[in-house]
């Protein structure tokens, strides 16, 4: 092997003959480092590459541009594009700004580690708010950082994932110590009477009694409903898709799923739709059917945006406290459970993919179950010791 040359910039550079190319040519190869050993190490890990089958006519690219290649190539038709928006965003906000710039080949565990340590450090968020990530925004960039290495693996570009070494954060609890906002009796009262005097009260009813996303009610169409059963079943999803507009998806976890309906529920849809067919017969021509069960005036989707304001509107007419569109979600579980709905039934109801993680979310309802059961064991025992 040739002896590495000292450069004026202070590193060592190894020159190697790697034999003739498809041209007939001859072809060299440097491997630089800050000393003969190190350029020795480089020059040894590109025989092991090599191989092992990893292109190593790929020294030059960057993170940033494999970054670029993985999303766009090799993910924009293959996962959700709501999914896809959201790990662009992490790409763009988090990820290339601390390691666009390093070589592919090159990035380390190490890397990796520092930037989700500085994620979780006060002046780290990029929506201008003060404060720090929360260890679940930082567990997702790792996510994102993973799949892209991961992916790089497969392709034959590195022999190993470095995420393979990073230490996570600690995995909070399902809600980061906040408490989950619900309507009680009282303020049920109240919202309703409000919403009442609407043409959306029939959503805002459907949501206390199935439970369904946001999404998952903009999305339904009167083909989803099942008069004779008394069901509805959750096929799609409505989505603001960036750059693009709305959009329909498939549900959450990617799975349709059947949800029971109440008489009262059933007789209030019937009420709602031909409420729509009067609606549609003014808008004439102008009217856009896309078969929705709840659409605005001219037959088009509503916007998700413009659902959470006017829920906005009609918690503040109510005088109640502001609350996201997730707490009828929230108010449904707990409605749910106090009416003596088992948590698993709930878990498949909500659309969630285990029951563990509803009672991760819902974890005073898992305590209010192990108090409740630990005051019957105690109450069976009594009555055996008596």
Not at 177 to 187: F, G, W
Not at 242 to 247: A, I, Q, Y
Not at 293 to 299: A, L, S, V
């Amino acid at each position: 092997m040739p002896k590495a040359r000292a450069r004026k910039d202070g590193r060592y550079v190894l020159t190697v003959s790697l034999g003739k190319g498809a041209d007939g040519n001859y072809k060299r190869k440097d491997f630089y480092g800050k000393s003969p050993k190190e350029c020795e190490a480089e020059y040894k890990k590109f025989i092991i590459n090599t191989e092992k089958g990893i292109q190593t006519d790929i020294s030059k690219m960057t993170y940033g541009e494999w970054l670029d290649t993985w999303l766009n190539d090799y993910m924009k038709d293959s996962i959700r594009a709501t999914t896809w928006a959201s790990y662009e965003t992490q790409v763009r906000k988090h990820i290339k700004p601390a390691l666009g710039d390093v070589k592919l080949q090159k990035v380390q565990a190490d890397h990796v580690q520092k930037l989700l340590r500085e994620k979780q450090q006060d002046g780290a968020r990029v929506d201008g708010q003060k404060g720090k990530l929360s260890s679940r925004s930082v567990r997702y960039i790792y996510t994102v950082i993973h799949a892209s290495l991961e992916h790089a693996v497969k392709t034959r570009k590195l022999a190993y994932n470095p995420c393979d070494g990073v230490k996570l954060p600690a995995k909070s609890n399902g809600n980061e110590n906040k408490k989950l906002k619900v309507l009680t009796a009282e303020d049920l009262k109240k919202l309703l009477d409000i919403t009442n005097q609407t043409r959306h009260n029939t959503l805002i009813q459907l949501a206390l009694q199935t439970g369904l996303r946001r999404g998952e009610l903009l999305g339904l169409k009167w083909t989803d409903i099942n008069y004779s059963t008394k069901t509805l079943t959750v096929n799609r999803n409505l989505v603001r898709i960036p750059k693009e507009g709305l959009g329909f998806q498939k549900p959450k976890n990617g799975k349709t799923r059947i949800v029971g309906l109440t008489d009262s529920m059933i007789k209030e849809l019937e009420n709602h739709g031909t409420q729509q067919l009067w609606e549609k017969k003014q808008a004439e021509k102008s009217y856009q059917d896309d078969g929705l069960i709840f659409c605005t005036e001219e037959g088009k989707p509503i916007d998700p945006r413009a659902f959470n304001r006017y829920y906005e509107q009609m918690l503040k007419k109510a005088e109640l406290p502001h609350m996201g569109i997730h707490s009828l979600r929230h108010t449904f579980t707990e409605l749910a459970y106090n009416s003596g709905v088992d948590i698993k039934t709930i878990s498949e109801i909500l659309g969630h993919h285990s029951t563990a993680f509803t009672m991760d979310i819902y974890q005073h309802l898992n305590q209010e179950m192990l108090d409740d059961s630990a005051k019957k064991i105690d109450k069976m025992f009594q009555g055996i010791a008596n």
